[in-house]
């Protein structure tokens, strides 16, 4: 079946750590996103790449980093630099088509203790 | 900018009652609307969709019309079940440049039996 997994889908980590949550698809999309997650809140973009090779910030990007080197997957580093790293991790992927919808991930809780 | 701003829940209603979820957005350019739901510890799914003005888009029983004068895409369901229980996010894509969704708060349903 095609899809998309994140793993793991608990994961916690000591302050101070970086950690780096998984995202692989087997749609063959192009388009890879990662949003952030909070109670009582939407979904806040943090990165995302329409290509393999390159990737672009979104609204809330520090403190992340990504990479893009195959199509199937777009690993999320959270750094130390991350102020509240304790959330939600949900990844998504699409087509590159006008009025595509994006395919979401299970996602990753992360708590940060 | 672009922004979607969501009915504040939560909202509970009995099982067959009417649910109406409000939604409302602001966008720069033309945008493609949309309905997510997700259940507890999930991802998002893709409820439905309208990509134009006047578009109705249907799914499970749900339904929202993109009203272009009113610049709204309210969900709306006539008999609501205990398993439509779930947090449901309205989000739009503008279709020029990047194709990010920008979600609302979210709205969560509570069904009860």
């Known amino acids: 079946d095609g899809g998309i997994t994140q793993s793991p889908k608990y994961l916690f980590r000591k302050e101070g750590q970086n950690v780096t949550l998984s995202c692989e698809q087997n749609?063959?999309?192009?388009?890879m996103y990662w949003y952030r997650q909070d109670p009582g809140q939407g979904l806040r973009l943090i990165y995302y790449?329409?290509?393999?090779?390159?990737?672009q910030k979104g609204d809330i990007a520090e403190g992340y980093s990504v990479s893009r080197e195959k199509k199937e997957s777009f690993p999320l580093t959270v750094t130390s630099a991350q102020k509240n790293p304790t959330a939600f991790y949900l990844c998504?992927?699409?087509?590159?088509?006008?009025?595509?919808?994006?395919?979401f991930g299970p996602g990753t809780r992360l708590t940060v203790l | 900018g672009n922004s979607v701003t969501q009915m504040e829940g939560p909202v509970t209603l009995s099982e067959e009652a009417f649910l109406t979820i409000n939604c409302t957005y602001t966008a720069t350019g033309y945008p493609s609307l949309f309905w997510y739901v997700q259940y507890p510890g999930e991802g998002l799914q893709l409820l439905l969709k309208?990509?134009?003005?006047?578009d109705k888009g249907s799914n499970k029983g749900f339904e929202a019309t993109y009203r272009k004068e009113t610049t709204s895409f309210h969900l709306e369901k006539g008999s609501v079940q205990v398993s439509d229980s779930a947090v449901y996010f309205c989000a739009l894509k503008v279709i020029q440049g990047a194709q990010k969704l920008v979600f609302g708060q979210g709205t969560r349903l509570t069904i009860n039996p």
């Open positions: 749609l063959n999309h192009d388009a």
């Open positions: 998504a992927s699409s087509t590159r088509q006008q009025n595509n919808e994006q395919f």
């Open positions: 309208a990509t134009k003005a006047d």
């Open positions: 790449s329409q290509i393999v090779n390159d990737f």
